[in-house]
Structures are given as C-alpha cells and as structure tokens.
C-alpha cells in the first residue's frame, strides 16, 4: 500500500468527501480533533442519542487510568484553546466524570459539534457501485456508508472510513464454547450486562438476590466487589464467580503494576474471596441455561464432569468481541484468533503481550487491503483485552496523518505504556482501561 493510493488529485470527486468516523466515543473524538488540525473535513456517526454513549451504561465506574493517561493531545490542544484544563491529572475517573468534564466539552467545540451526527446506526459499508469481489478503480471509488436514522435508511458518501465504534454493544455469549448456551431465550430477563450500576440505579435488581458472576477480568471484578458492598447492605444478597479456569489470575494483584488502581482491585477481589464473601464457582463451563422457578440454572461440566449451578440473577462479564456484520462488503485481513488487523494481532496477542507491553503502532499496522479503511481503538484490539484509550490516541494520530498526506508523521509512532504485571499471558482479560 502507497501514499498516493489515497492522496486524490484536486479534480478527483474523493477530494471533496469528508473523512465518516465511526462512533463518537474517546477513540472517534480524537480521529476528529486530529483532523480539525489538519484541515480535512469529516462527519462522526454515533448510534446513541449523545456521544459516547456507551459510556453512559458503566459511567459509575471508576478507570484504571489516571486523568493523564485518558485525554489525547490533539483534542486537548483545542480544548485547551478554549479555556479548558486537564482535571487533576494523578486521580483516576469515572466513566461519568471522563464523559462530562472531558468527552462533552470537546464535542461541543465549534469545530466539531457541527459534525456529529447521534442517533445514526451504520448498518452498512461499501464502495460506491461495487461488492467486495470488484477490483478494477476500487482505490479511486468513494465510500458508501449506509446508516439508520429515525427517518429510514440512507447513504453518506466518503473518501475514507474511520471505524472507531467500539466492541460495549457486542458482548461475548455466556456459553464456554463462544456461542450462547442453549435455552439463554428462557432467562433473557435474569441476564444482566458488564458492569451493572450494582450500588446504584440497579440495585433493586440485585439486594437480597444471589447473584453470579461470569467472567474473570476486571470488569467482573468491578461488579462482584459493588456486590459484596451490598450484601453487607442488604441481608440475603448473595455472590457467586463462575469461572472456566482454575483461578482468575487475570484480575490477581501485583505490585509491577503502573496502575495502582488496576492493582488494588485484584487485591480487593483475593481479599472477599478468602473471606468467603465470594463463592467461586471455577472450572465450569456452560452448555446450556434453563429457567428453574424465579431463577435460572446453568449446566454445563466443572472439571470435565456434569455439573449445574443455580442462581437468582446472571451477569454477563465474559468480554466484548468486534461486530464485524457492517463490514461485509469491505476487504479485511483480520488475524484468524483474535480478529484484530493481521499485522497488529502479533503485537496485542494476550498469549504474549499485557497492556504495557504493546508495542507502538499506527497506519501501517491497522491498514486492510480496502485503501482508506482503518479500524481503530478497542475494535482494533478484536477479542484482545488489552487496550488502553493512549494506544488508541496514538493509532489515529498516526492514521489521520497519513490521510492528510504526512507519511513522515504517519510513519512515526511513539507511545509510552504504563507497566503492568497484571494482564495474564495465559488468556484474554478484561478490557485494560
């Protein structure tokens, strides 16, 4: 792939397009501060109703990260034009403080507000006039990127495509074997979401319920000790962990960690654990789930023998994986495990790699053979769990200089990762915030 396969001459109609990022989260609002510096126009499409609105479902947990480590430099740069500053750049904050005092102020500047389209599904995208198996002018074809609005459906043109949707809204299944358990229809309504507001607008749902955890990363580990906080609250609450491994060594403690934050919560969960707050539930895998009275039971094996456990209340903190259906009709070289780009799977494995051990990384490892595609952020990463928002700062500061013809900056990629000595080489985890 060459520059110049998405450099268009000024007559080209691909000159006149906007660059259409997807999703209006961390990772697409930088992709738009980073164009606003370089002068190329752009539309963000999210399908809330307000930006980041993922980010609203788990606003009251608090990042791993502190301030420092969460806000992208181009967009702080606008911002900070603006009269904004940095929030206390040591203290780690809630998704709610991230979005309000960092994520809304950047949407609202003049140079982006008028940009962002919300309530806007992609549902689609493609090249104009052309499937996936046409080749001949693909490069010189623009985008076509199909949306669902709540008009109907249209189409937005564009010379290129930033994919920075996300993975919250495509959670992996409850069954072991990738698929959802057998029977999962049946307790739709007992099956809960990561990172439930436990302590908060859900509590109702939860107090003097058993309810089990599924799922052995961080964002499990979040929910069971806001769980163990209520049944100290709420008499006859009671909190299960199932796991498929022997031990949840991916939220374990360490002190090589760079983020205490991450640190203390592998602590606090070993901690409820020995007391006995926590039942663990390990080495079980689910095949199938069954209502049983006003609860629901999960059958499966637990060390390699039938077993079945039953619960009031389940929550599904198994991890996210990419939704790849949008993007049937683009070329994609994906890496046949973790579904990331091929070139940057090797660099993100969670077999070899934790958070802090990833490698820098820009255009050159995120390109696919479809020019002026890029998938970015925690999408990027597929069903690997160690993302972190700086990575993902880096990748479209690298990807939106190579669209504005800057392969000099493209080319050169810096990041400086906090160590960790937590994100297991034996599995995925949960996402590394």
Request: glycine letters at 10%.
């Amino acid at each position: 792939m060459t520059l110049v396969e998405l450099t268009p001459r000024p007559s080209d109609r691909l000159a006149t397009l906007p660059v259409v990022i997807i999703g209006a989260g961390p990772i697409g609002l930088a992709a738009a501060a980073n164009l606003v510096e370089r002068g190329i126009d752009f539309t963000v499409l999210e399908a809330g109703d307000d930006i980041a609105d993922s980010m609203r479902a788990w606003g009251h947990t608090r990042l791993f990260s502190p301030w420092k480590h969460l806000v992208d430099p181009a967009s702080t740069r606008l911002l900070e034009a603006a009269g904004w500053q940095v929030p206390s750049p040591e203290r780690a904050p809630t998704g709610t403080e991230l979005r309000e005092g960092y994520l809304a102020p950047l949407a609202a500047l003049d140079t982006i507000a008028g940009r962002i389209r919300t309530g806007t599904e992609v549902v689609g995208v493609a090249r104009e006039g052309m499937d996936r198996t046409r080749t001949a002018g693909r490069d010189r074809t623009p985008f076509l990127v199909r949306i669902r609005t709540a008009d109907g459906l249209d189409e937005i043109p564009a010379r290129a495509v930033i994919d920075a949707s996300g993975t919250y809204r495509s959670p992996n299944p409850l069954g072991s074997a990738g698929l959802e358990p057998l029977g999962r229809a049946e307790i739709e309504d007992l099956a809960e979401p990561a990172l439930p507001d436990v302590l908060g607008v859900d509590r109702a749902r939860f107090a003097g319920r058993h309810t089990t955890v599924v799922g052995a990363g961080h964002s499990a580990a979040n929910t069971l000790l806001a769980l163990v906080q209520l049944a100290r609250e709420a008499p006859g609450t009671r909190v299960a962990w199932l796991i498929r491994n022997a031990s949840a060594v991916r939220v374990s403690s360490s002190d090589d960690d760079g983020l205490p934050g991450r640190a203390s919560l592998g602590a606090r969960v070993e901690a409820a654990v020995r007391r006995g707050d926590i039942d663990v539930v390990d080495r079980f895998e689910i095949e199938r789930v069954r209502r049983v009275d006003a609860g629901a039971r999960l059958i499966g094996r637990r060390a390699g023998r039938a077993a079945a456990h039953d619960t009031d209340r389940i929550v599904n903190a198994t991890g996210f994986r990419p939704e790849l259906a949008m993007l049937r009709e683009i070329r994609l070289e994906l890496d046949e495990v973790v579904e990331a780009p091929a070139r940057l799977a090797p660099l993100i494995d969670p077999n070899l790699h934790s958070c802090g051990t990833v490698a820098p990384h820009g255009f050159a490892e995120l390109r696919h053979p479809e020019p002026g595609f890029f998938i970015v952020g925690m999408k990027s990463y597929g069903r690997a769990p160690t993302f972190l928002l700086k990575t993902g700062y880096e990748q479209v500061r690298s990807v939106t200089a190579w669209l504005g013809g800057d392969l000099g900056a493209a080319t050169n990629v810096e990041l400086e990762l906090p160590a960790t000595g937590v994100c297991s080489t034996s599995g995925g985890a949960g996402c590394c915030r």
